[in-house]
């Protein structure tokens, strides 16, 4: 299931935003990011599951990518004809790569308030992986797919 992606072979809708590295920033995010698939038409079911997407990763990147002064960015890319959305997410700290917790770290004993967002990432996407962004970001990169 996490195989990449081909690339884009048509020109897709594309939307990017800079958004503040702040709770009220990620949460902007999602809100813009299924404005923007409903303006395109996007079936409801891809963006229900980019709803989810965009805010884990938004939220990750003001939890953990965050640097003082520096804004993150939102880009949607969707391709209408096999309903292929990408969502990337860019923030500032490239120093700090995102890791899934294993479902094992995770016991009925212990519960813990964060850590499985980018497990829900990866259950929900057809693709995740993480890019370097020169000259110190990265970005977090998520393929899903519509309904065939």
């Known amino acids: ?13 594309t939307f990017t935003q800079l958004l503040s590295s ?19 038409g996007a079936p409801e079911d891809l963006t229900e599951r980019a ?11 003001v939890l953990h990518g965050h640097l003082p002064g520096r804004s993150f960015r939102l880009t949607l890319g969707f391709e209408e004809s096999p309903g292929r959305l990408r969502i990337d997410v860019t923030d500032a700290r490239g120093d700090r790569w995102p890791m899934v ?8 004993t212990v519960l813990h308030a964060g850590g499985r967002g980018l497990s ?23 393929e899903l797919t519509g309904p065939s």
């Open 1 to 13: 299931m996490n195989q990449p992606a081909p690339p884009f072979t048509t020109s897709p809708f």
């Open 22 to 40: 702040t709770r009220r920033g990620a949460r902007l995010a999602r809100l813009l990011g299924v404005s923007q698939l409903r303006s395109w």
């Open 51 to 61: 709803e989810i997407v965009v805010a884990e990763l938004a939220a990750n990147a």
């Open 101 to 108: 917790r294993p479902a094992s770290a995770v016991t009925d």
């Open 120 to 142: 829900l990432v990866a259950a929900i996407a057809d693709h995740w992986e993480t890019l370097p962004y020169p000259p110190s970001g990265k970005t977090v990169r998520a």
